[in-house]
């Protein structure tokens, strides 16, 4: 089988290596891939947004089977544009990738269909959102509605910074026709857990669950990343939790989304809060979360591209979808200065891993045979181990045999999760 893999960071190296351990599975090719996936499938220089060109490539190539992994493309129609030439495809059509294309349409689904989250409020005129915020409880969450980057959600601690966030989004126009319309939302509290599911828009199998750890710095303090370290499985997602987040949040959902005509088939990502008065959804993604897929894939013991192709022929429910019983940590090295200004173009060096550990290329290229970095964040190391405790320090040696100048990362991946473990 000949298979495409769009997208080219530390979650799509992770999605090919898993992969290519499918007997099924004969060539990969990354579009656009980096210089670290270069070593796991063939990159093709087609950046993930450029529809037509994905799917000339597709053409030509005779591609069997493609996989669509980040949000824009998806929101964008890759997917329908692939299965319009016949290509069978992992991921989402625009029509069911709008539950994270649109914080409106996802708030108003959960509103319709009795799924928990946090009460809020939609606006499309800026005075009437400053007015709004005048009388709303502090903090109060804002947020764009359309995708920005991960950057679309500001919690506002006072009032005047409710006001400030509401203008940047919807006059100054920061995040685009992101933030032409926002929402505006109660703050909820509680630890955060990930939960990716494959569904085929009948059946949803939830896979492992993870944390992320979202801030730059120590302490989740600092500036908000795209993820910098996660681990798996989450302690705060008991089974009970899950049983109740299975009842009242995932199956509701996929059954809302097929009812609205707008069946979701691909990888279901739940953001959830587990509040005192139990679990929220905080947000939907329409596909894997990046870091979170470095920590739940290595964990797969099936095949995933069996699955893959089960979720898009609709036959979910006849395949296994098998988890180790391990833990596994993911610390992310960036670039010093990320998520701000920060340099880039250094060599990275990888020594030997212990069998238990292994890596994902974010962002680096090649150049005359050298790995460079060329991202905020560079790579991730991942480690397995039968306790979270060990996956954690296994995680942090592995780090400490792969080097380039300028490199950062945080060193409290998976406390919060170990202080859980042991209360
Ligand atoms: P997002 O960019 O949508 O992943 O949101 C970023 C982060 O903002 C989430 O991971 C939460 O920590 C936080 N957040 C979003 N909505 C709320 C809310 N209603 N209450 C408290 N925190 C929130
Ligand atoms: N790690 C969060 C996300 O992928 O959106």
Do not use: W
């Not at 890759?78 to 299965?83: G, I, P, Q, T």
């Not at 997602?237 to 989304?257: G, S």
């Not at 990888?350 to 964040?377: C, H, S």
């Not at 296994?394 to 400490?400: L, Q, R, V």
């Amino acid at each position: 089988m000949k298979i495409m893999v769009v997208g080219g960071g530390g979650r799509e190296h992770a999605i090919i290596k898993k992969l290519k351990q499918s007997p099924k599975v004969d060539t990969i090719y990354a579009l656009p891939g980096n210089g670290g996936i270069a070593a796991d499938a063939e990159c093709v220089n087609i950046s993930a947004v450029n529809i037509p060109e994905i799917v000339s490539f597709a053409k030509e190539n005779s591609i069997d089977f493609a996989v669509v992994a980040p949000d824009d493309p998806l929101v964008l129609g890759a997917v329908d544009a692939l299965e319009e030439i016949g290509i069978p495809c992992f991921g989402p059509r625009a029509n069911a990738a709008i539950i994270e294309g649109s914080k409106v349409f996802s708030k108003n689904l959960m509103k319709k269909f009795g799924i928990p989250t946090a009460q809020y409020e939609v606006f499309d005129d800026m005075e009437k959102a400053l007015a709004y915020v005048e009388t709303a409880p502090i903090p109060t969450v804002i947020k764009a509605d359309g995708l920005a980057l991960g950057k679309g959600v500001i919690i506002a601690e006072t009032t005047e910074d409710a006001k400030a966030a509401i203008k940047s989004m919807m006059q100054d126009k920061v995040f685009g026709e992101s933030g032409s319309r926002v929402v505006i939302e109660e703050f909820l509290t509680g630890p955060e857990v990930s939960v990716l599911s494959f569904t085929d828009g009948k059946t949803i199998v939830p896979m492992v669950s993870s944390m992320d750890h979202k801030r730059a710095l120590d302490g989740d303090k600092g500036l908000n990343t795209g993820g910098m370290g996660t681990v798996a499985p989450n302690p705060y997602y008991t089974k009970e939790v899950a049983a109740e987040c299975m009842e009242k949040i995932f199956l509701p959902t996929i059954r809302a989304m097929a009812e609205l005509g707008r069946p979701f088939k691909g990888c279901l990502y739940f953001g959830l809060m587990i509040t005192p008065n139990g679990a929220k959804v905080i947000e939907y993604n329409c596909r894997f979360g990046d870091p979170e897929t470095q920590v739940v894939l290595p964990l797969l013991e099936s095949d995933l591209f069996e699955i893959m192709r089960a979720v898009s022929e609709e036959r979910l429910s006849e395949v296994e979808v098998k988890f180790s019983e391990k833990n596994a940590c993911c610390v992310v090295l960036a670039s010093k200065g990320y998520p701000k200004a920060y340099e880039k173009g250094f060599e990275i060096t990888v020594g030997e891993l212990a069998d238990n550990a292994d890596f994902y290329i974010a962002g680096a290229k090649l150049q005359d045979g050298k790995l460079l970095t060329n991202g905020g964040r560079v790579l991730n190391v991942v480690a397995k181990a039968d306790s979270l405790k060990d996956a954690v320090a296994d995680a942090y040696k592995a780090a400490e045999n792969i080097t380039f100048e300028n490199a950062y990362c945080r060193k409290d991946i998976g406390q919060r999760a170990l202080q859980a473990v042991k209360n």
